[in-house]
């Protein structure tokens, strides 16, 4: 795993946050939360799902971001203070999993949560039980939003796919990440199902950038967040992901600002990113066994967290 500063994670969240912001209001508008007053974020990060949420949800509601990082906090408490909803908003630093745990005992629940790439094995080693735990924390009725930004199916480097493909793995390796298997982070759906949830459904939400100088967000979200992050893991796991010595020469020209090859100089240059949202909806009064299950495997891995 990836040793990040501060700065890099900051610079990250701040970029990143500008640049799936169309996407993330998109999003959280068609949950149709009116009606809900409890939310969570859950791993609200620099907080855009946050505002976001405050933003769509009815003026009497609360929404809750929990982050264990409290640099992300500051910046998503700043931003929701910039955005003119921080009376609607307030953030907890802690575990996930502990609030969780809290949140699944009766009257404790929430009515909607929104959990924006922090599913993801990653960040949990069980990342299904992870899933069952967020569902065992809603209210009957309530509604489960899984977010992602499909980083591996975005189109980075147009016309160049085989070097990116190879990029792809390498960064899987890179971040320790599963290429197969029942943790793989494509399984939002999978995971979904076995909470037991309702109504599932799936969203496909393509973010496109062309021209890419009508995009003010996304040549910082390339150089900052994207370059940076492929580059690194060429140079760590590209032979092991299959990359050839030219190959690897051919990945830092494209990405390198003011190489005679620098792929954001190409004519034509376009960026594609299609987010995913699923989303799901926790049983009534009569909620079925496959609810009570995962509701159960999800207060006991919480309980676990907390002692």
Do not use: C
């Not at 790439?117 to 309530?142: H, K, Q, R, Y």
């Not at 990405?255 to 090859?261: A, D, Q, W």
């Amino acid at each position: 795993m990836r040793d990040l500063t501060t700065d890099t994670v900051t610079t990250y969240l701040l970029t990143n946050r500008a640049f799936v912001a169309p996407t993330v209001e998109r999003a959280v508008r068609s949950l149709e939360l009116a009606g809900r007053r409890r939310i969570l974020d859950a791993g609200t990060g620099a907080g855009g799902g946050l505002v976001a949420l405050a933003r769509a949800a009815d003026p009497d509601a609360r929404v809750l971001g929990v982050d264990r990082e409290a640099n992300a906090l500051a910046l998503a408490e700043a931003h929701a203070a910039e955005q003119g909803v921080a009376e609607r908003t307030e953030t907890r630093r802690g575990d996930l999993l502990e609030v969780l745990a809290e949140a699944a005992e009766p009257g404790a629940g929430f009515d909607a949560i929104w959990a924006s790439d922090v599913i993801w094995p990653g960040n949990f080693p069980d990342p299904e039980a992870a899933v069952a735990a967020l569902a065992g924390a809603l209210n009957p009725g309530g509604v489960l939003a899984l977010f992602g930004s499909n980083y591996y199916q975005a189109t980075f480097l147009p016309g160049h796919s085989w070097v990116q493909q190879k990029l792809r793995v390498a960064s899987q390796l890179n971040w320790g990440l599963p290429g197969d298997g029942p943790t793989q982070n494509e399984r939002l759906v999978s995971w979904t199902l076995a909470a037991g949830l309702r109504e599932t459904r799936v969203e496909l939400l393509p973010r496109v950038a062309f021209p890419l100088a009508a995009d003010p967000t996304a040549r910082p979200y390339l150089e900052r967040v994207v370059w940076p992050e492929l580059l690194d893991a060429a140079r760590n796991r590209g032979r092991e992901a299959g990359m050839s010595e030219a190959e690897l020469a051919r990945a830092v020209e494209l990405m390198t600002p003011g190489s005679g090859g620098y792929a954001l100089d190409e004519p034509g240059y376009y960026l594609t990113h299609p987010m995913l949202l699923v989303t799901g909806v926790r049983a009534g009064a009569d909620r079925d066994q496959a609810t009570d299950r995962a509701t159960d495997r999800g207060r006991r891995l919480g309980q676990r967290f907390q002692r």
